[in-house]
Each structure stands twice: as C-alpha cells, then as structure tokens.
C-alpha cells in the first residue's frame, strides 16, 4: 500500500498547500490593496489643491473689471478723505449700491455658465486706501461703516496694487477671498475684496473630478461642508478621527498625515489650506473606501465572472481527472486487485479446489492474512480430527521424515519440527517402522470434514517473477531418489532450487538470518529426507513446499502417490 | 468664469511712471536731508520736561505677518495696470520706544492704566512695552470680535472681547509673552513687561516721538520691535526740552 499512502500524504500535503496559499494570497492582497488606496489618496490631495488654485484664479479673474470701475473709484477716493462718520455713512449707501450693481454684473456675465450661488459672493468688502470699510455686503452689511482691515494681508497686499486670494477666519466664518485694488485717476484709492463660504454645493463641484473620494473641509473641530459619493466613507468617520489629525505632526508642519484607519475600514488623509485661515486649523480631508479580504472563503466569493472565465478550466481539470486517475490506480493495485484474488482464492478453498492459500503469492497485509487463513485451516482440520473418529493416524512427520540428519554444526535448515530445537542439531536415525496405512497426501490436511482428497494433480506453475514468495507448486513426481532418467532429476533438481529459492526469501520475511545457509547443504538435507520419505512409503516422488508457523519458515514434504 | 470687459485707460491723464528706487535702502542725499527736517523739527517742538526724536526707518525690513504652515495663498500677482507700491513700516504699529530708569528711580511713574485697540484686525500697538504692576485695558474697535491670550502667561488666557468692548489685564510678572488672536490668526504682538520701565513714546508715522513730563536724570531710551529690542541710547534729560539727535533703526538686534 505505499503508493496508496504515499498518495494520501501527496493530498495532505497539497491541501496544506493550497490552504496556505489561499491565506496568503489574502494577505498580498490586502496589503495591495492598502497601498493602491494610500497611493489614490496621495493624489486626491494632489488634484484638490490644483483644483483649488484654479478656482481661486478664477475668482479674481471674475472680478477683474473692478479695478477700473469709475463710480466706486471715485466714492472710495471721497472716502479716503472724509473723517466725519455722517458723511462716511452717506458715502456708504452709495458705495454699498455701487457694490450690488457690480454683483449684478459679475451675474450677468456668468448667466448660463454657472450657477447665481456660484457667483454671488456671501460677503464683499469696499475698503479705502486705509484700509477702512466704506461699504460691505454680507451678513455685517448693516454694521456702520469705519472698521478697517488694514492688517489683513489680502487687504494690505491689494492696497499696494497687487492680486491675490486667500482664505481668512471673519467673525468665525470661513471665506475664500479674491481682492483687487482699485484704482481712480492713476492712483490706487483703495480696494474691493469678494468671499465665498464653504458651502456643500463646493464642496460637491471640487470632488467631482477627484471619482469616489469622500471631501470635507473643517475649521478646528468643526465640519464646515462634504460631499460623499456613494459607497464612500461616512462624513461622520471623518469627524471622529479629526481629533487626533489636528495634533498629528506632519499636519501642524503642513504636510499631509499618514492614511488614518476609519471605523468602515477606509482610509483618510488630513491637510491644511492653502492660507492664512491654516492658522486656525482650517483645512480638508479626504477619504476612500478600502475593501479588505476578511477570509480566504471571501476571497472566492469576490472573483468577478471575467476572473473564473479566465481560469484555464481544461487545464484544471484535466489535471484533477489525472491525478484522481492515478489514485484511483493505486487503490486498485495496491488494495482492490489484491482483496479480489483473495477473494477468490478463498472461494477456491471453500470449494475445495485447494487446500489452502499460498502465502507468497501475497504481499503485505495481505500475506499475513492468507498465512492466518491458512492457520485457521490447520487448526479447524486438527480440531476435527480430535473430535472425529477416525482410523486414521495422524500424521506424524517425525514418523514420516524421521530426525533430520545434520552433517555439520552449521546453521540449520531443517523442517518445522526440528527447527523448534534449533541448539540440538538434528540427526538422521533409523524412523520405527510405522505401521501400514494408507498414504496421505500432505501433511498437515486441511478441510476436517469431508474425507481428505487425495492430493490433486496440479499442473506445475513456473513461479511467477513478481512473486519471489510463490509455493513450490506440486509438480508431476520425479522418481529422484531411484536415480531416475535425466530429466526426472533435472525436474528434481529445479524444484529443490526453487524449494531452496522461497524457503530464503520466506525466512527474510519472517525476519530470521539467512547467514550460513548454502543450496548444497539445503539440497543435502532434502535430498536425505526424500529418500527417508520413499523409503517409508510407496511414492514416486517427494515434493517440497514452504509455509509460515508460528512466525518461522518451515518446510513441509510431501510423497507424491505413484 | 470670468467677466470679460473691455477696459480703457486714459495714459494722457497719468504720466509714464519711472523705475522706483528700492525703498530698503534710501539714497545718501535723502538721510541727510531728513536728519537736518529731524533735528530742526526736534529743536522748534521740544518744551521743558519734553523729549522729541526722530526714528529713521529706512533700513528696517517691513514685518512679515504670521506664516501659516502651508503657503499663505495661491496668487498673488501684480495688478497688470499701475506698478505697485512696495510696502512700508507703519510705526505706530510695529515700534515701541521707552525710556528706562533705575528700578528704584523714584522719577519712575510710568502710567498705572495703559489702552490698547484692536484697530483693523490687530492689536494698535502690535508692540506693548508696559511696567509691571500695569493695568493693560484691550478695547476692540472692530467690528468682529477676538480672543487675545498670552501662552505661560497667567491672568491672560483665551476671553472673547466683543465688538466695542474692552478687556482688563493686570500684569505682575516681568518677561516677554508672545501675544495670539484666535479670531484673528495673521495678526502678530508682543508683550514685554519690564520693571524699570519710566515712560513710553508716542510715535506718529513718519517716525516721529515725543515723551513728555520726563524728570531729569540719566535714562537708557530703547526701540522694541516685536520680541525684541532694535535700538538703545544712554540719554540725559536736564531741565530744559531735550531733542534727540535720529536714531537710525536697523534689524541687527532681534528683529521680526
């Protein structure tokens, strides 16, 4: 059954395999797909930014016009002059129309392109060339006028000629700003400033491009406005791990955090604005979701229709039908083969077509039960012949064979008997006369019941070459011990080699020493005890076979009836 | 999107406007001719107990607001129509100029109770040299509110002051204390509390100061900018109005 075992340990083996490749495939997986977020992520950040930029170009190129205007030119200029706040609040209705008429216009130009929140700033700025607010629109547009933002760096910038955007923190609101200056005569007399707050209806326009990521932008603790695409992660995970990413340190540095783990499995990554409102911890994250292999089971479970008709399904199979094949070919020549020739052999025996099994024809377990059914048999024929009565004598070997002589103190290969006092080498002596009797076939007889049958003619077998253990077959008598024609004797001669051939390979089976045993003593001895045996009984010949007893090869003989 | 507009501009009504000097480092003949102004003005003014100079700001890098993290804005371009106006120093702001006494200088009286605006979105002056024992008052003459604070500091943490309302902070402990606005996060001050503090300057833009009620006696006059000091003078008032010789301020001693 090696091949068999062999084959089972070949299935174990490669069902470990499999298992193992399966976890860790799972786990490359996993750990790609990680990577390919973070990477994504990356360059969300990236894209967001650019996108920023270019839509803070394009506010300041909306308001372009302004610079030149005339009207608020000259009302800014008449502010710059004026101290009284009577008159500064006359100049400040006036300018607060002029700055509604130059919204209008920003909407009136756009009409058709984009949307009228698009445009409409939430909060705009008239400054002089102090810096003072002549008129302001927005939710502070009723406060009177004079404040100054002088030291906003929009406004300090855009009083000395130059563009530029930012993002400021005004009475707790976030804007995005676009400032201008404006100029009146050649001179700069002061400037106007548009805001635009984070609305979702933004937040929503700038993702578009990003595809599946998650925005939101946050002043400190707070959510100002997100957009999540669907099967992206909740707004919600992201406030959670705000927190912990405003005290990361490459975000207070300015740089992006590590991807942060959500509560969903997704990753996000936290940055500041580009501004002066990142100095109030104004700024975005972004995230994607990330769908990890939970088991090995999942992993089948997520192989897409394209993925299984891709697999080389003849090449599989054939493969599985092979190898199934080629176990299926060890089961049958190891364990199927061998049960139904025992089977049948058995059922020979049953029939009384033969006495008993020969035991070297098997292998293995195999041969260790054909040599129990065999001891089942002789202990059934002696049992029944206790219980029956009968007038016939037992056979005694002893009586038959006689002691078998020993010429020398070499190791010993004699029959079952003698082998049993293997220190007292066994000598030949006269045999008493036994008394007359019919012949017997073989001793031991097998079948107790019915009357034995004369030993059957069998046709002689050549052993087979598979099997080194086959019985000495019976074979047609060769009158040896008369010194028959050549032919008898050569017949005689290939049977004691073939005797001397299984009696060896019996006893390394049965684990005895084979050291000392030569074919000329072998034959010497059975050449004695043939001539014993005819001297004894009327036979034409004597034949010899091996068998097991007892855990030792032993050596039967048996007269061949003329 | 953008509005387009044809634009036109009347180059008759505005001369071709030449290359400007670079205003960080003024012409020879223009220091002179400001320190002869300075020192003839200093002579004209100046009254008994009174001590005038002229600061000359020239050579003074203009401050630098707050840096955020990342940059502080995505464009920042020239207009395209009139050059720009390179930025200037805005004294009142920017400088403090005090004298300072022995400790035990019983001329010592500087002012128990100073002011302070928050005035176009930052703290007038961004620069606060006060005695200790000194009463600071914050009034917000904005119209958003702020939250000034002072890290390490105890007595000046976080307190929101309303549009037009003011804020009292006593200060004990001498030092200096980095001065931050929650609301206003561009806006940079300092505060030094100095304990031989004897009077402080009023400064007018062009640089311009004046003590007044100053007793005679031997004084160290100093410039603070920020969170440090740019400039310091050993000066003697006497009975009569003292006018300084300019002092010209430079950026070697701990300048923003």
Known sequence: MLLSRFWYIFLAVAAAAASGAALLAQGVINRQATEHVADDLHRDRIELDAILRLEARARLDRIAFITVDAKLGGLLKQAGAVGDPKQLTKLNSEAKDALRAHVARLLEAAQGSAKDDDIKPDIAFAVDQTGRIVAQLGSLESNPPGSSLATYPFIERALHGYVRDDVIVYDRRVYRIAARPVLYGGEYVGAIAHGYKFDNAFVERVSRGLGGATVAFFYGRNVLASSTPAGAPALAELAAALPEALTDARFRRGERTEPKALSSGGRAVYSLLVGGAALSEVGYALARPLQLVASPTAFFQGASREDVQALPVPLLSGGAVLLAFLGLLFIYFERDRPYKQLRNKLAQVAAGERERLIVTEWRGAYRKLADAVNQAIDKSVEKAAEMAPSNKKKANLDEILGPTPVSNVEPYFGFADAAQTKAAAPRLEPAPKPAPRPLTATAPLPAPAPPMKPAAPVTPQAPAPSKPLAMSPLKAPAPAAAGGNGAAASDEADHFREVYADYLTLRKECGESTEGLSYEKFESTLTKTRDQVLSKHPAKGVRFSVYVKEGKAALKAAPVKR | ?256
């Open chain 2, 1 to 256: 999107m953008t509005a387009h507009r044809q634009v036109s501009y009347d180059f008759r009504t505005v001369p071709r406007s030449k290359p400007r000097p670079n205003r960080s480092e003024p012409s020879t003949v223009v220091v002179v001719g400001l320190l002869c102004l300075a020192g003839w003005a200093a002579v004209a003014h100046a009254v008994a107990g009174e001590v005038r100079g002229q600061l000359v700001l020239g050579a003074l890098r203009v401050a630098t607001p707050a840096k955020p993290p990342r940059a502080a804005f995505n464009w920042e371009l020239e207009n395209g129509v009139k050059e720009v106006v390179p930025a200037r120093i805005f004294a009142p702001r920017e400088l403090a100029v005090v004298l300072l006494g022995a400790p035990d200088n019983p001329n010592a009286k500087a002012a128990s109770r100073v002011e302070v605006v928050f005035s176009g979105g930052a703290l007038l002056p961004a620069t606060l040299v006060l005695r200790s024992d000194t009463t600071l008052r914050i009034r917000n003459d904005d119209e958003i509110g702020h939250e000034l604070f002072a890290d390490g500091l105890d007595g000046f943490s976080p307190e929101a002051t309303s549009p037009g309302a003011t804020r009292s902070v006593h200060l004990v402990k001498p030092g200096h204390w980095p001065l931050r606005d929650r609301l206003a996060a561009h806006a940079n001050a300092h505060l030094h509390v100095l304990g031989n503090l004897v009077a402080s300057a009023k400064i007018e833009p062009n640089g311009s100061f004046g003590f007044s009620d100053v007793a005679p006696g031997k004084y160290t006059l100093k410039v603070f900018r920020g969170p440090g000091e740019i400039a310091s003078k050993e000066i003697e008032v006497a009975d009569k109005p003292l006018a300084l010789d300019p002092l010209v301020l430079s950026d070697a001693k701990g300048a923003p």
